[in-house]
């Protein structure tokens, strides 16, 4: 009597083992990709900065520089571009720790505060509000507030707008009144700039396009 021949997709020892090489693959890809993004989203610093190094979390002295958000032919979106050195609230000297301390109040303001219940950070929060994940570069700012509050620079413009949002109405939905202290909105506004800064792969898509629309239109008005 001849004996049978058992196909190998009704073996079980062979789905064991196929199973055993995935789990161990998969394993060692994930491992990979850890240690890949871990490196990917550390922070730089300071001589980063100085020496021209990009990082895709730029260290808190980014603060310090002038920072544009420009369409990459080679990536296929825009991407942050950290540019020459430019003051922020009347200063372009910053230390780390001086810088690093205005983004942790920053954070904790928008923590607080609540800002994810209306707005999106990097794709998280609400949507009821703007993202504010490129709100440092929004033109808006140069275009429309500076007028309206009497400031003389796009940071103070935020800062004014943030602690008093009523008093500056430009969208049916308006901000509430948070009362965001000085102090807080100096840090809010040191927490957006650096969040601009970060490259999120172009995320939000389109941003840098569709406010050149919007610049453009001001601009023939």
Partial sequence: MSKRTV??????????????WVTGFSAVL??????????????G?????KNG???????PTVINYNIKYEFSEKRGHEVPLIGEKEKFFGRDDYSEEEAGKLLHIGKLASQVKNCMNCHTLLGNGAYYAPDLTKAWLDPAWDNVYLGMTGKSTKEEAIAEFLMHPSQYP??????????????EAIGLVAF??????????GFPRNFGKKNL???????NQ
């Fill in 7 to 20: 196909s190998v997709w009704t073996d079980n020892r062979f789905w064991m083992r196929s199973a055993g």
């Fill in 30 to 43: 994930l491992i990979w990709l850890t240690f890949d993004t871990m490196g990917q989203i550390q922070m």
């Fill in 45 to 49: 610093n300071d001589n980063d900065l």
């Fill in 53 to 59: 190094i990009a990082k895709r979390v730029p260290g």
């Fill in 170 to 183: 430009t969208h049916a939905r308006m901000m509430p009144d948070l009362k965001i202290t000085a102090d």
């Fill in 192 to 201: 957006l700039k650096h969040m601009s800064s970060i490259d999120t792969n």
């Fill in 213 to 219: 629309v919007v610049n453009e239109k001001r601009g």
